[in-house]
């Protein structure tokens, strides 16, 4: 009975109407300690019961009401009060929640990549390694500021990392801090010291939103509308879902609609290899979008032009030490940086002068901070800041064999300077450096460059009698580039050309190695033509090792190039180690390869990247571990834009065979066409001339390997090249190189 009883109790409530009440729930942006920004319509939202009444009432004496849509959303746009607090924030529906210590102030949202997201601990850090001697007393001020530094006025949210393919998302996930030692440690220190100057001139609270992700390209951080603007970039947006907009859905859309007072931003070290001419174009099209969804209008949107960085164990880039290259990625991102301050109330603050030459995370944030500060007291405070940017590119004039240049941004006048660490900038009488000069043939020089008004500098080189085009700066490391204005701001990185697409069109035209043959037997203006004392080196993995031996294909390109030219002294040197892929290839580059001071790389490379996804472990447990397509196409990348860097142009490579059935059914067939396409397109986005060994090969074998035999054609092994397979490679690189291929290779 008592079991029977369970039942009809049971049955009774099954049968009773269900009523649930949710609990009226705002966006985790709305939590104690929180910062409101001043004196707006603030929208305040989160979630409810479909149709039910929500109210927000400030303790300020101001309160918004309105009833949840049919998915339980609801928002109401409350006035917010003058600076200060702290308040209470009361949200009533069938339940009430109390939000308390809410200050109203100024509030600014603070995304890119690493150098944004680069908390105060790290930089706090000294390591030999990653930071010049010069700087080790601004981590030394840093780690005291983090460690004393108190201030329940300045607060940070830092949004967690979420990504998300082709959905919006509307939740996040975060908490209000304070400054103070426990929680300074985890704030950004470019927003941080930012902010610091804010509170040291308004005096009002500040509130950071923190949302960065390190090593992050800009597609991801661009809405999926802000793909639209035209038919490539739409198209770009469809073929790459899991790239474009995903950290823009899981991480801003979920802030939006959220009262800011505007943008910082710093990133672009991803983007120096990676749709590099298209940056001004994704980077306007991302302010615009952001805007038209925050539905705030133009607020204003600065940005870090990149900061000076060389990479680790290189050479110097001082010229005349380095020799002006036509292309370089880091400069170009900076250029396409400055040009998107075409888009309205946008500012940059330039950083090239305060970066380290070994690591790309610039560790004196406190400048950085203090420099875009500038432009928000100036033109969003209107406080009396003499001037908030350095010397920016405004116009030129040809006049004979000089070109006059015209800047903004002058102050009280241009002047040489010169900055170490936190100190002041201190002016000099020293010549200015890094300018760089050529005519038609794009035959860039180290120009002679004087300040010849407060606002212009005449550039010009004896041996350019028609210039056509001036640079700045144009170097991953211009550290010593020392034109400032005389506040001690450092001018921005530029070209005077109209549009960096015309700089891409120039060096495609003029430039040897810029355009790619579809086959390595097509005869194309891409290929190399030799001068006296080049020096090829032939970066890869255990072909080339054996290729150095007297019938190798790295010793008979050695011998057909001493042959067909003796007077030339060129030298040919092996860089190939066994077993190694793209990451091992990045490891040693600097020693192999950089060190040799060569002018031409070839880069043969991707045989063990893609084999080892199926090569057994030795022992037989499992198998070895091979390259993804991401590292493999940004390994490349990363070793070409090291290479033309210092002046040396890439023969890139499509790897071989792993199995020479003519059939295409090798096992590892498909996984080396797709990694030969990324080599195709990393030749085609880097300006890098393309050998195609994997096309090569495979019309070679359909035409010579009528058995479908596994081996013995081109291979002794399935990979490793015969005397067939190495005059094969060699007759393929001659060709390459525009040299004659001598009768002893064609048998």
């Given at each position: ?15 009773t ?21 001043r ?92 930071t ?15 460690e ?41 220190g ?73 943008t910082?931003w ?67 991102i ?9 888009v ?15 690591d ?17 007291l ?13 010397p ?55 120009a ?18 028609n ?83 007297e019938?190798?294909y ?35 580059l600097?020693?192999d ?6 002018t ?31 590292k ?12 033309n ?55 070679y ?16 092994d ?30």
């Amino acid at each position: 009975m008592k079991h029977q009883s369970i039942k009809v109790a049971l049955g009774v409530i099954l049968l009773t109407p269900c009523v649930s009440l949710a609990d009226v729930v705002p966006s985790a942006l709305f939590t104690d300690h929180m910062v409101i920004q001043r004196e707006i319509q603030a929208p305040v939202w989160g979630s409810a019961d479909a149709g039910e009444k929500v109210s927000v009432t400030g303790s300020w004496g101001e309160s918004a009401a309105t009833t949840a849509d049919a998915s339980g959303k609801w928002m109401v746009k409350l006035k917010t009060p003058e600076a200060g607090g702290p308040h209470t924030l009361i949200l009533k529906g069938n339940n009430m929640v109390t939000i308390k210590d809410v200050l109203s102030g100024e509030v600014w949202f603070c995304s890119g990549q690493s150098n944004m997201e680069w908390r105060m601990e790290q930089l706090a850090k000294v390591s030999a390694k990653r930071t010049t001697p010069e700087h080790i007393p601004t981590a030394d001020y840093i780690k005291k500021e983090m460690e004393t530094a108190s201030d329940a006025l300045l607060r940070q949210f830092t949004v967690a990392k979420t990504k998300s393919p082709m959905k919006p998302l509307s939740t996040l996930k975060g908490t209000w801090l304070d400054s103070s030692p426990q929680n300074n440690p985890g704030f950004s220190g470019t927003a941080y010291f930012f902010a610091r100057e804010l509170r040291r001139e308004l005096n009002v609270p500040v509130g950071l939103i923190n949302c960065a992700w390190g090593g992050t390209r800009i597609e991801p951080w661009m809405p999926a509308e802000a793909f639209q603007a035209d038919k490539e970039m739409a198209a770009y947006y469809q073929k790459n879902p899991k790239q474009a907009a995903t950290i823009f859905n899981g991480m801003v859309n979920p802030v939006i609609p959220y009262a800011i007072r505007g943008t910082i931003w710093y990133q672009g070290e991803s983007n120096r290899d990676y749709n590099t001419l298209k940056y001004e174009q994704h980077f306007s099209a991302m302010i615009g979008t952001w805007r038209k969804l925050w539905a705030q209008g133009e607020f204003p949107f600065y940005f870090v032009q990149l900061t000076n960085y060389q990479g680790r164990s290189r050479a110097s880039y001082d010229p005349p030490a380095m020799k002006p290259v036509e292309y370089d990625g880091w400069p170009t991102i900076c250029d396409q940086q400055r040009r998107t301050l075409r888009v309205k109330n946008t500012g940059m603050t330039v950083s090239s002068d305060i970066g380290e030459a070994h690591d790309v995370h610039a560790h004196n944030k406190v400048d950085v901070g203090k420099r875009l500060a500038l432009w928000a007291l100036k033109h969003d405070y209107q406080q009396p800041v003499p001037v908030c940017s350095g010397p920016l590119y405004k116009s030129h004039k040809i006049d004979g064999k000089q070109v006059i240049i015209e800047f903004d941004h002058a102050g009280s006048g241009l002047m040489t300077g010169s900055k170490t660490g936190m100190e002041a900038t201190q002016e000099t009488q020293d010549p200015l450096t890094y300018f760089q000069i050529c005519g038609a043939d794009r035959q860039w020089k180290w120009a002679q460059a004087e300040i010849t008004s407060a606002d212009t500098v005449t550039v010009s080189h004896p041996e350019v009698s028609n210039p056509t085009v001036v640079r700045y700066a144009w170097s991953t490391n211009a550290k010593a580039a020392n034109l400032y204005n005389k506040e001690g701001l450092p001018a921005s990185i530029f070209s005077t050309e109209a549009e960096i697409r015309d700089h891409a069109v120039a060096a495609e035209a003029v430039a040897p190695a810029k355009k790619q043959a579809a086959s390595s037997n097509e005869k194309s203006p891409s290929k190399a033509s030799l001068k006296k004392n080049d020096r090829i080196v032939f970066l890869g993995d255990s072909i080339t090792q054996l290729g150095v031996k007297e019938d190798g294909y790295v010793a008979l390109t050695s011998q057909a190039i001493a042959k067909a030219y003796p007077e030339l002294g060129i030298e040919v040197v092996g860089a190939g180690i066994s077993g190694h892929k793209v990451p091992d290839c990045q490891k040693r580059l600097d020693r192999d390869v950089l060190q040799k001071n060569p002018t031409i790389v070839v880069i043969y490379i991707g045989i063990n990247d893609v084999w080892h996804w199926s090569l057994p472990k030795r022992g037989g447990k499992g198998f070895r571990k091979g390259t993804t397509p991401e590292k493999f196409e940004s390994g490349l990348k990363d070793m070409i834009s090291k290479i033309n860097a210092v002046g040396a142009r890439v023969i890139l490579c499509t790897p071989t065979v792993i199995g020479e059935k003519s059939d295409g059914s090798n096992p590892d067939d498909k996984r080396l066409d797709e990694y030969a396409d990324i080599s195709r397109k990393v030749a085609k986005d880097t300006g890098s001339q393309l050998l195609d060994f994997r096309t090569a090969s495979i019309d070679y074998l359909k035409a010579h390997n009528p058995e479908n035999a596994e081996r013995g054609i081109l291979t002794g092994d399935r990979v490793h090249m015969n005397a067939a397979g190495n005059r094969f490679l060699a007759t393929n690189v001659l060709r390459a190189l525009n040299v004659p291929v001598p009768a002893s290779l064609k048998k």
